[in-house]
Every structure is written in C-alpha cells, then in structure tokens.
C-alpha cells in the first residue's frame, strides 16, 4: 500500500517550451500533496504545498508562475514547469500524505528534467 | 532557518551494528522521519518518532531522539548488504501537516 507514481520519469526539454510532471497517489487518497526539488548530492529542498482543490502554497524563493501547480482530484497533482531554462534542470519528486495516516508522507520515484 | 545536519558517509561491516546520526536546529520540531532511498527508487519511509518520545522500536531499526540536544540517530542492527542506500533524516514542525525539512542523507556502506 501507499504508493506513489510520477510520470515521466525522464524528461528531455528544450529551452522555452514547457514541461508537466504527473504525481499519483495509487492506492489512497491523497489530501495533501507536496513537490520537492533535489540538486545532485543536495537534499531535497521543499518547493510548493497542494491541497486538493485549493491554491498551492509556495515556499519562499519559489516562482508560482513559473512552477504550476494543480491538484484537481485526491490522486493526482501536476506540476508544469513554464519557459524551461537550463538551470530549472533537476530531479523534481512529488510526495503525498494519506488522508488516514496525517503523519506519513509517501514519495514518488522522481522525475530528472534536463533542458537544454 | 531550519537545519538539519547528517554526516555524508557512514561504512560498517556485514552483520554489525549500523548508526546514522542527525541534529537538527528547529526547536518545534514535532515528528522527526527516516527514509531510505536505494540507487534508482524513490524515498521509502522507514520510520518516525513523536517529539514527545524518546526511543521507538521497529525490528531491526531503533530510533533514538534527544530533544534536549535536538539529535536523532538510527540504529539498523545486523547490517545487511541490502541496507546499502542514503538515509536521509527529516523533521517537520507542523504536526505532519507542512512539507519536511531534510538533511544532505547519510550513504550507508556495508563491507563484506
């Protein structure tokens, strides 16, 4: 139980299109989901919370236009990365926390965005 | 800010005792996480402790907290060759409800 998928897991983007990042929770539903952003050899650095059906909260330094993030239904949230640069290149991994288990987070695998 | 502090490397042999240590700065730290992240997959949550407890026990895994001293530390008894991975610690302030707060993880290697 309490798993957690993203889609795609790799990504390859040129500089100035768009990309969207898929995170699922499978097998509970998921109140809250958060997205995180991981730099080589870094920990991971908490960009944005989503509550379904309401307005991301994002962490301070974080672009809200920049990174979009929607949470449309308990099981998926999705995160769009706007106008792509090189240095937006990173290892993005969603996590999700089960409405019946408030204190468990549970991650997914991760996507790595490379822009180029 | 918060902090949370890990050492980047940690070797022992098969079959010893494993411990991976973490301090942390923010003082209304509420639940305290390990995760184990294996080459490749994701996080996967190992375990985690209430502020207000100081040890838990889970089969091999024992987690150790000192509030006082705002450290946590993970012992993995009998260290197999399938603990091979990054533990990383994190803390949250908020209940469980905010997004965590994560050290640099700890590479947990296992000599034969």
């Known amino acids: 139980g309490a798993v957690v998928s993203q889609h795609p897991s790799r990504v390859i983007c040129k500089s100035g299109t768009s990309v969207k990042i898929e995170c699922r929770s499978l097998?509970?539903?998921?109140?809250?989901m958060f997205w995180y952003r991981q730099f080589p050899k870094q920990s991971l650095m908490l960009m944005a919370t989503s509550n379904e059906g309401s307005k991301a909260t994002y962490e301070q330094g974080v672009e809200k236009d920049k990174f979009l993030i929607n949470h449309a239904s308990l099981t998926l949230s999705t995160l769009t990365v706007t106008s792509a640069h090189p240095e937006d290149s990173s290892f993005y991994i969603c996590s999700a926390r089960d409405g019946t288990r408030l204190r468990e987070q549970y991650f997914g695998p991760g996507t790595r965005l490379t822009v180029t | 800010g918060e902090d949370v502090e890990q050492s980047l490397f940690l070797s022992v042999r098969e079959g010893d005792s494993s411990v991976i240590n973490c301090t942390y700065t923010d003082s209304s730290s509420t639940y305290l996480y390990w995760y184990k992240q294996e080459p490749g997959a994701g996080l996967q949550l190992l375990t985690y402790i209430f502020s207000n407890m100081d040890m838990k026990q889970d089969q091999r895994l024992t987690v150790l907290l000192n509030k006082k001293d705002k450290h946590l530390s993970l012992r993995i008894a009998d260290t197999q060759t399938g603990d091979s991975a990054i533990y990383f610690c994190a803390e949250t302030p908020g209940g469980g409800a905010d997004g965590l707060t994560f050290g640099k993880g700890t590479h947990l290697i296992i000599q034969p």
């Open positions: 097998d509970f539903q998921a109140t809250t």
